[in-house]
T-cell receptor
Framework: SQTIHQWPATLVQPVGSPLSLECTVEGTSNPNLYWYRQAAGRGLQLLFYSVGIGQISSEVPQNLSASRPQDRQFILSSKKLLLSDSGFYLC???????????FGQGTRLTVV | DQQVKQNSPSLSVQEGRISILNCDYTNSMFDYFLWYKKYPAEGPTFLISISSIKDKNEDGRFTVFLNKSAKHLSLHIVPSQPGDSAVYFCAAKGYGGATNKLIFGTGTLLAVQP
């Protein structure tokens, strides 16, 4: 069966510090991978998605970047965090367009 | 530009009654829709989906209805249970060159009262 791992679960970082969140998927190959953010009181905002190694689509201009160095690994990064980067970050995968997405447990990021 | 909208931020229902969650979308090119349930500090879990070639899909207590002409879908939960209390998100698959996108609404907080 397929599983998705996302870590860390919580993170408190100072403004201006770097960020690296990692997501890995097991039990499948060539998944579509996604990073979403849920800000307080808001919906799920799509940040990045990837259909293959090295292929990243960016949805929202921001202080973040994403990379996919391996088929089942998706990384969300920032060189310098802003207060507005605080939120609940979710990684997800799915097989293709007409299938459901499966989410990780999320990372609560607080920038102080 | 919010392409998928859930205009009710919250809904309160008595246990055993029907819960109806609504979702509107702006783009008639969307052809696949999903509903998710989310508890605090957890990732969303998939509930049910529907393709635009159908107007209804049922899975146990959950039924999704799609009205393409109105660009509206709804999720019915019957009977509602206290464990159904959560935030519910609808989502739509992108179209054209963006079929791999999955666009979510803003969510509706459902509270089922015992």
């Amino acid at each position: 069966s397929q599983t998705i791992h996302q870590w860390p679960a919580t993170l408190v970082q100072p403004v201006g510090s770097p960020l690296s969140l990692e997501c890995t998927v097991e039990g499948t190959s060539n998944p579509n991978l996604y990073w979403y953010r849920q800000a307080a009181g808001r919906g799920l905002q799509l940040l990045f998605y990837s259909v293959g190694i090295g292929q990243i689509s960016s949805e929202v201009p921001q202080n973040l970047s994403a990379s996919r160095p391996q088929d089942r690994q998706f990384i969300l990064s920032s060189k310098k965090l802003l207060l507005s980067d605080s939120g609940f970050y979710l990684c997800a995968w799915r097989h293709g367009p007409n299938t459901e997405a499966f989410f990780g447990q999320g990372t609560r990021l607080t920038v102080v | 530009d919010q392409q998928v909208k859930q205009n009710s931020p919250s809904l309160s229902v008595q246990e055993g009654r029907i819960s109806i969650l609504n979702c509107d979308y702006t783009n008639s090119m969307f052809d696949y829709f999903l509903w998710y349930k989310k508890y605090p500090a957890e990732g969303p879990t998939f509930l049910i989906s529907i393709s635009s070639i159908k107007d209804k899909n049922e899975d146990g207590r959950f039924t999704v209805f799609l009205n393409k002409s109105a660009k509206h879908l709804s999720l019915h939960i019957v009977p509602s249970q206290p464990g159904d209390s959560a935030v519910y998100f609808c989502a739509a698959k992108g179209y054209g060159g963006a079929t791999n996108k999955l666009i979510f609404g803003t969510g509706t907080l459902l509270a089922v009262q015992p």
